[in-house]
């Protein structure tokens, strides 16, 4: 029964309450001073966007670097083929059957 | 709806001056209702600003006009948790604060009855302030939205997105902390 008498008691306290805490009126710089946050907002955006730009660019061009750094040399080191595909190929499969049909092989 | 489903939709189509309209219309309310929640006057408009910044920000994400309003008032919500989250980590003294301000409220008030009133006034925001200061943010919000702000069980749970049952029973909690520290200021 109390229980109930202070929750009544509560529900009135926050009904007054209610009535002592009207709207307040905004002041005259609340939409100005809005519209420079979203501003303010908006340029911060783009600052980080570029700045992630320009991370990205410059990873890119750090990668290149690296890129031809490392591996050119390599493929500059790399021995490279004096003969043709042609004679490598003779070179490792004598054709014998050939050989022998043309009469040279007895 | 305090505007129509046109203007909504012309904002979030990044009107500007629709937008504009929409923070017009809604500014008193959203700011009554943040100083309900954050009991700082001073620090109202700072959050009002916060909440229509955010909302500027995310009104392309809005599915339909209809959900406009419990979308706002979540945004609020989640501003003025935020602001008291910061506030707590801080570690300001809200009472404090607030009896410095009541006393500039008391100086200005001019005369007898009219001073009376707003003695009377000072003191109800006093005690309820410091009530829900000693329950959490959660719970303070929440009965502010339902008990002060006088919103629906079927508003709130399009704000806290929750169903009604579980929303009765977080409220049933906070009213009985509230109780509780109600009761223990009475002794």
Request: charged share 30%; glycine share 4%; proline share 3%.
């Amino acid at each position: 029964m109390d229980r109930m008498k202070e929750q009544d008691k509560l529900e009135a306290l926050f009904a007054e309450y209610r009535a002592a805490c009207p709207d307040p009126e905004p002041s005259a710089g609340f939409t100005p001073g809005l519209w420079r946050r979203i501003e303010a907002r908006r340029s911060s955006n783009l600052k980080v966007f570029r700045m992630l730009a320009q991370v990205c660019v410059g990873a890119t061009l750090a990668l290149t670097v690296l890129i031809g750094l490392v591996l050119i040399p390599r493929f500059e080191q790399a021995p490279v083929a004096s003969t043709t595909y042609a004679d490598a190929l003779a070179a490792e499969h004598p054709n014998t059957y050939v050989d022998i049909f043309a009469g040279e092989i007895k | 709806m305090l505007v129509d489903f046109e203007l909504i939709e012309r904002a979030r189509s990044g009107d500007d001056s629709a937008f504009n309209q929409v923070v017009q219309t809604y500014r008193k309310r959203i700011l009554g209702t943040i100083a309900r929640l954050i009991g700082r006057p001073e620090d109202v408009e700072d959050v009002g600003q916060e909440v229509f910044v955010r909302l500027y920000y995310s009104l392309e994400q809005l599915r339909t006009p209809e959900v406009f309003e419990p979308w706002l008032y979540r945004l609020t919500v989640n501003a003025a948790y935020d602001y008291l989250r910061r506030q707590r980590r801080r570690q300001e003294s809200r009472m404090s604060d607030l009896s410095e301000q009541q006393v500039v409220l008391a100086d200005a008030a001019a005369g007898g009855k009219k001073r009376e009133e707003e003695e009377r006034r000072t003191r109800i925001r006093e005690l309820v302030d410091s009530l829900l200061g000693q329950v959490s943010e959660e719970d303070r919000i929440l009965l502010t939205l339902k008990e002060v702000e006088g919103l629906s069980l079927k508003e709130l749970e399009k704000i806290y997105r929750v169903n009604e049952n579980a929303l009765k029973v977080r409220l049933f909690r906070a009213r009985q902390r509230v109780l509780k520290a109600y009761e223990s200021r009475q002794q």
